[in-house]
């Protein structure tokens, strides 16, 4: 009887402690999700008094501590990087862009044989492409060093998409393809930032404009909770493309086209990530699409 009577008592106490041991991860877990939300700045409190659960708490803590520094000390060589960025370009872009003029002065003074003007063309051109590129490098190196979340406005997107259309208007006129807009009459308004979306645009146009062959479709439809602009244009070489891919930085269609810096749609997906929308792309049957989808 006394044994039993002891194996009760113990199995009484291994349970309280199983169930003291519970609570108190629970507690752990409950404290480390709220921490998460709250920036971390409340320390983690043992409500059970036990040795092993107070060195647990303590190491909870100092792996936080580090963590909270390391997040300090990463937001504070963001900062000087996205300073660092805006001083190279200026350092760089000054030298190009006086080299460019005086190219353009040489060009125009007609004095060169047509072997040296061959070379003068050329030099030339490599000069704005690597003008394009360092523009496009540094955009995208501003946009990754800027961790401030943009600001937010109502963007009335019906007229928005028709204005960014419009502004496309003399490629499009000029080129020999056949164009479809599918914009309804209706306004439509999303929270979203103009500033971004117009260069978000700027860059899907500028995509379309480089691999269009005849068709180009835009459209604007409403689905569900959703606003989705779709950007289609047939291309050449659909077999080079890989879809995994295409909104990866310096990626291009394909090696034999060497037009374009291969960040365009790359600045387009940081761009997108950023106002909290999306953005994907599909192809099928020589037509590729890319699709922009807003929350309404």
């Known amino acids: ?36 939300s709250e920036e971390m700045n409340q320390p983690v409190t043992v409500d059970y008094f036990d040795k092993n659960i107070v060195l647990l708490a303590d190491a909870l803590n100092e792996y936080t501590e580090r963590v909270k520094c390391c997040i300090l000390a990463l937001e504070q060589d963001r900062r000087h990087l996205k300073n660092v960025i805006a001083g190279i370009s200026h350092d760089f872009r000054t030298p190009l862009t006086a080299a460019k003029g005086y190219m353009q002065m040489i060009d125009k003074s007609c004095c060169l044989d047509e072997k040296n003007q061959e070379y003068l063309d050329i030099a030339m051109s490599k000069t704005e492409y690597l003008k394009n590129l360092s523009d496009a490098f540094f955009e995208v190196s ?13 963007v009335h997107l019906t007229n928005f998409v028709s204005e960014q259309i419009m502004s ?4 499009i006129n000029n080129s ?3 164009v479809d807009f599918n914009i309804p009459e209706r306004d439509i308004v999303i929270l979203s930032n103009a500033q971004f979306l117009a260069r978000i645009f700027e860059n899907i146009f500028s995509n379309a404009r480089k691999y269009t062959v005849s068709k180009l479709n835009i459209s604007l439809r409403a689905e569900n909770d959703y606003i989705v602009l779709t950007v289609e244009n047939d291309m ?19 090696s034999r086209h060497s037009e374009g810096t291969g960040l365009g749609l790359y600045v387009v997906k940081c761009l997108i990530e950023k106002l909290g929308h999306k953005v994907y792309a599909k192809s099928e049957n020589d037509m590729f699409t890319i699709y922009l989808e807003c929350r309404i």
């Not at 501003?142 to 109502?154: D, G, H, M, V, Y």
């Not at 496309?168 to 490629?171: A, G, K, L, N």
Request: charged letters at 30%; proline letters at 3%.
């Open 176 to 178: 020999d393809i056949d």
């Open 142 to 154: 501003a946009i990754e060093a800027n961790t401030e979340p943009p600001l937010l406005e109502e």
């Open 168 to 171: 496309q208007y003399e490629w």
């Open 1 to 36: 009887m006394i044994v039993g009577g002891l194996l009760l008592l113990l199995a009484a106490v291994l349970l309280v402690r199983i169930y003291q041991y519970k609570r108190q991860i629970r507690s752990f877990t409950k404290r480390i999700c709220e921490r998460q």
């Open 236 to 254: 050449v070489h659909s077999d080079d493309l890989d879809m995994t891919r295409v909104f990866d930085a310096f990626y291009r269609e394909s």
